[in-house]
Nanobody
Framework: QVRLVESGGGSVQAGGYLKLSCKLS????????VGWYRQAPGKERESVAY???????TYADSVNGRFTISRDNVENMLYLQMNSLKTEDTAVYYC?????????????????WGQGTQVTVSS
């Protein structure tokens, strides 16, 4: 059974930093991608950062240059280093991992999700 558990959220002042972690159990990275999403109150969930099976990273424009996604294939961990935090970064952050079909191919639009961790940035 696949399980994703986030940690590292909290409250910080603008300009500060946090590092989110996600422990993936029952899941092997192999060639599938993983990423971080966030959802602010009253807004839709949005992609924040993504790292592909070939270690290619992509970021939302709003966080590019401030956030860094990384993963540890041995420990099955996913990280999000968030620097220069802004009040608009306040949201619940979710870890996501691509599901595989019955043939083992990665499904880019179907994910396993964690329960989320709250990040609050105050001015």
């Amino acid at each position: 059974q696949v399980r994703l558990v986030e940690s590292g959220g909290g409250s910080v002042q603008a300009g500060g930093y946090l590092k989110l972690s996600c422990k993936l159990s029952g899941y092997t990275f192999l060639n599938c991608g993983v990423g971080w999403y966030r959802q602010a109150p009253g807004k839709e969930r949005e992609s924040v950062a993504y790292i592909s099976g070939t270690e290619t990273t992509t970021y939302a424009d709003s966080v590019n240059g401030r956030f860094t996604i990384s993963r540890d294939n041995v420990e099955n961990m996913l990280y999000l280093q968030m620097n220069s935090l802004k009040t608009e970064d306040t949201a619940v952050y979710y870890c996501a991992a691509e599901r595989r079909d019955t043939f083992g191919f990665c499904l880019r639009s179907s994910f396993y999700w964690g329960q989320g961790t709250q990040v609050t940035v105050s001015s």
